[in-house]
């Protein structure tokens, strides 16, 4: 190592003084800097991360609207638990909800309670799910042990498959995760039971009296409800395909495994948004039913089209309207639309390419940062569509029109890429070796430095090193605490958010503590900032030492720049309703 970066950066000795020697550390050594040709399988931490996707979806999907008719007069909305119906031209408003243990028909009481049954049952499979992954990833016997009883006891009153393949786990090597499987397979299918059956009851004729009409037939329309437990079905085959074909991808320098394995990750998500921008460019955003049922109003972003009892009548496309400052905002959805269907297959080349070792991390993450900020702007010029009055007559909302497929599919994609950017953050956050600058003399001789240590490699072999200086100690430790601490505080906010998709009034609460953890998480980078471009204890800093600046750094303030983003659109979409 060279005498100006082992002495000016806490090494009192002089350069020529022989230091001490290193000490070795072969389990904290920084990732890749041995064996830098190996293979590491990532197959678990992918199934783990999609599988607590999964379990979030389920949680959110469970008590929401799954049927729905919006009438200008009348809304009737159907949970798995009760059925409301408003009266918006009573004076005053009145509502009435109806459980489903009230429900006069039998059959109809019979298709909720199992639809309850399997939602739950969706629940605690994708809870011990994600169980499974966290424990086997951790490689902790005792938890393996415990999660058996839990997932037995828990689920094998309903499916006995699941029994039978816990056993199975018991009597195979650890290694083949075969209870994580099975219990991947488990959720996948409760919750495609659960929206099936959802679906079933949709377009169900004759129930209860013979001669009734379906929901279908009433113009009622599938809502969030089912989207999200298909999204949900689509999550878990994801983490179960990975669980199956267990990827791998080389822990070479200067790239650790962590990054590796969220970058697969990364472009899984940008790809499925990829797929997300392209149906939903093209398809309905909004519409509306009249009063008969006969004829109906259909947008896009790009045009308006009527319907009288199935037949087209009448087409115009809102680039042309009259209607005050609509084109504009029309013509901002087009452009963001198509931006988004470039940036999120680019987006997810780029992580595909960086995940192999042959790529940028930080291109990889301003690729996915850029497709969040396309995909956002998209559905933020849809909200504004939905919710702003561009002239006399009444807004979208005012006027009873539904959100539909093509903008809940964007706002699907917004949430997985903001989620996606989220976990690469936090991971790469709490990763104790994650390095924020380093400097390489020759191929054998470097130093790294991250929140906790300092490492020097002298003639390919890696060791931990004292810092050597108390105020830059306390600059970098500080960052990490202030770093974990945001940590902890996004993760409540998370919890928040997935809250307020059942309870509303919790949107002011998430959004305040995503910004305080957003704020601690600016604070850590500006004191990792000013230790790297300030000097301490009367060294020169490490930019004049011409260290680089590595994806941990980086990691910090997209992390920051992605968490603000998610609080703002928060708090817009909830200014808006």
Same mark, same amino acid.
């Given at each position: 190592m060279s005498a100006e970066a082992g002495s000016e950066m806490?090494?009192?000795?002089?350069? !020529?003084?022989?230091?001490?020697?290193?000490?070795?550390?072969?389990?904290?050594?920084?990732?890749?800097?041995?064996?830098s040709g190996a293979l590491v399988p990532v197959g678990i931490p992918i199934f783990?991360?999609?599988?607590?996707? !999964?379990?979030?979806?389920?949680?959110?999907?469970?008590?929401?609207? /799954?049927?729905?008719?919006?009438q200008e007069?009348? *809304?009737?909305?159907?949970?798995?638990?009760?059925?409301?119906?408003?009266?918006?031209?009573?004076?005053?408003?009145?509502?009435?909800?109806v459980k489903v243990a009230d429900l006069p028909c039998d059959v109809m009481r019979q298709r909720f309670r199992a639809l309850e049954a399997f939602a739950i049952l969706s629940i605690v499979s994708a809870l011990a799910t994600v169980a499974a992954g966290?424990?086997? /990833?951790?490689?902790?016997?005792?938890?393996?042990?415990?999660?058996?009883?839990?997932?037995?006891?828990?689920?094998?009153s309903a499916v006995a498959t699941v029994a039978a393949g816990c056993a199975a786990w018991?009597?195979?090597?650890?290694?083949?995760?075969?209870? $994580?499987?099975?219990?991947?397979?488990?959720?996948?299918?409760?919750?495609?039971?659960? @929206?099936?059956?959802?679906? $079933?009851? #949709?377009?169900?004729?004759?129930?209860?009296?013979?001669?009734?009409?379906?929901?279908?037939?009433?113009? #009622?329309e599938l809502d969030a409800g089912l989207g999200v437990f298909v999204t949900a079905f689509g999550l878990v085959l994801i983490a179960l395909g990975a669980a199956v074909a267990n990827p791998t991808v080389p822990a070479a320098v200067p790239s650790s495994v962590v990054v590796r394995t969220l970058l697969l990750v990364l472009a899984a998500v940008?790809?499925?948004?990829?797929?997300?921008?392209?149906?939903?460019?093209? *398809?309905? /955003?909004?519409?509306? @039913?009249?009063?008969?049922?006969?004829?109906?109003?259909?947008?896009?972003v790009w045009t308006q089209r009527v319907y009288v009892n199935g037949n087209r009548v009448g087409k115009g496309d809102l680039k042309d309207s009259q209607?005050?400052?609509?084109?504009?905002?029309?013509?901002?959805? =087009?452009?963001?639309?198509?931006?988004?269907?470039?940036?999120?297959?680019?987006?997810?080349?780029?992580a595909k390419h960086a995940a192999s070792g042959a790529g940028s991390v930080g291109a990889a993450l301003g690729a996915g940062l850029f497709a969040l900020i396309a995909t956002t702007c998209t559905f933020a010029a849809g909200l504004s569509l939905y919710f702003r009055q561009f002239c006399a007559a009444a807004s979208l909302h005012a006027a009873k029109y539904h959100v539909t497929g093509g903008l809940v599919l964007f706002g699907c994609a917004m949430?997985?890429?903001?989620?996606?950017?989220?976990?690469?953050?936090?991971? =790469?956050?709490?990763?104790?070796?994650?390095?924020?600058?380093?400097?390489?003399?020759?191929?054998? *001789?470097?130093?790294? /430095?991250?929140? @906790?240590?300092? #490492?020097?490699?002298?003639?390919?072999?890696?060791?931990?090193?004292?810092?050597?200086?108390?105020?830059?100690?306390?600059?970098?430790?500080?960052? $990490?605490?202030?770093?974990a601490i945001s940590i902890v505080i996004h993760g409540v906010a998370l919890l928040l958010a997935a809250a307020q998709i059942a309870n509303g009034s919790l949107r002011r609460a998430a959004s305040f503590v995503a910004l305080l953890a957003s704020v601690l998480l600016l604070a850590s980078w500006a004191l990792v900032a000013d230790v790297y471009n300030r000097g301490q204890c009367g060294q020169r800093s490490f930019a004049k030492m011409d260290f680089e600046i590595r994806y941990g750094f980086v990691l910090l303030f997209v992390g920051w720049a992605v968490a603000l983003i998610g609080t703002v659109a928060n708090l817009v979409v909830g200014g808006a309703q």
């Open positions: 806490g090494n009192r000795a002089p350069a !020529a003084e022989a230091a001490p020697a290193p000490r070795v550390e072969e389990s904290k050594e920084p990732a890749g800097s041995a064996a783990t991360l999609f599988a607590f996707a !999964a379990l979030v979806a389920v949680v959110a999907g469970t008590p929401v609207t /799954w049927i729905s008719s919006r007069a009348t *809304t009737t909305t159907l949970t798995l638990w009760a059925t409301t119906l408003s009266d918006h031209s009573a004076v005053p408003y009145t509502r009435r909800k966290c424990a086997a /990833w951790r490689r902790a016997e005792r938890s393996f042990r415990a999660l058996e009883a839990f997932a037995i006891l828990s689920i094998v018991r009597r195979a090597e650890r290694s083949s995760f075969v209870g $994580g499987k099975v219990l991947a397979a488990a959720t996948a299918v409760f919750t495609l039971i659960t @929206w099936a059956m959802a679906v $079933g009851l #949709y377009y169900k004729r004759d129930m209860c009296v013979k001669g009734n009409p379906s929901y279908a037939d009433q113009k #009622y940008q790809a499925l948004a990829f797929v997300f921008a392209v149906i939903g460019t093209p *398809t309905d /955003w909004f519409f509306k @039913w009249d009063a008969s049922g006969t004829t109906s109003t259909r947008m896009s209607c005050g400052e609509l084109p504009k905002f029309a013509q901002f959805g =087009q452009a963001f639309a198509i931006i988004s269907i470039v940036a999120t297959l680019v987006g997810a080349a780029v949430v997985l890429l903001l989620v996606t950017l989220l976990v690469v953050v936090v991971f =790469q956050a709490i990763a104790a070796d994650t390095v924020l600058f380093d400097k390489e003399v020759d191929a054998l *001789t470097s130093q790294r /430095w991250t929140f @906790w240590r300092r #490492y020097d490699e002298v003639s390919g072999v890696v060791g931990e090193r004292p810092v050597g200086c108390d105020a830059l100690e306390q600059r970098l430790v500080g960052g $990490g605490v202030l770093n």
